[in-house]
Structure formats: structure tokens, C-alpha cells
């Protein structure tokens, strides 16, 4: 079983409440090889949102030593941590040991993510979720 992000689905649940689909998860997804979840509404973020963007990378949020802030300054770091521990207890629940999630996402980016400034710019480092699953054995690759 992997975990994907929803919106690669076609669901449409990013910030800009729209979506990103890819056919070959909406594939596995349809042939009940995958569970689509997406940290920011399980969080309690609505869509659409204010985008936002991490102060350091998500390893570092987790730990206290970083934050997720949107475009007009609110923190939303408490909803990005609640819903990346959400994925991961239904990762941990439907036995995956890898997920397919959303690249640059600053709760599914893995590798590179936004660097915090809404300039565009781009930053080594990972989401808040893609961090936490992969301090916890889950294997994350990104689309």
C-alpha cells in the first residue's frame, strides 16, 4: 500500500483550490494500491487558503526550531503538525512504506521546497509530512 497526496489525484485540495492530477496515481488509487491524503485539510486547513511557506525546513519544524506561516503573516505551523501526524497514523494504520507526494509542497516537497520568502525561490529540504514520514521509516518520493 503507498500513501499519495490527494491532490495528485485531481481532487482539488491545494491552497489554490485547485489540483495536480497524475494519471498513474490516480491509477493506484482506483485499483486500491494507494490512500490519497492531503496534511493540510486533515490539519483543519480549509480550501482554498492563504498559501504558505516554511521558516526553515521540516525536519526543523517538527522540532520546534521553525514554523509555517502563510503569505499574510498568520502560523499555521500547529495545522501543518496535526495533519502530517494524521497521514502518518494512517500510513502507519494501512501498512505503507512509501508514499508518492506533492513536489515543493511545504507539507509534501521532498528535496526541495519553498524557501519561505513567497518569492518563488526554492530551498534544499523537505515538507513537514515527507519529513515526518520519513523519520518514521516511510519511504517519500515526490511528483
Known sequence: MLIVSKCLTGECCRY???STP???IIALVKAGKAIAVCPEQLGG??????P???TASGEAVLRGRGAAVTRDGRDVTAAFIAGANEALRIAKEAGAERAILKAKSPSCGHG?????????????GSGVTAALFIGNGVAVETR
Open 52 to 54: 504558505a511557506e516554511l
Open 112 to 124: 526541495l521546497i519553498y524557501d519561505g520568502s513567497f518569492n518563488g525561490r526554492l530551498t534544499c
Open 16 to 18: 489554490d483550490g485547485r
Open 22 to 24: 497524475d494519471e498513474e
Open 45 to 50: 486547513l480549509p480550501t482554498p487558503r492563504t
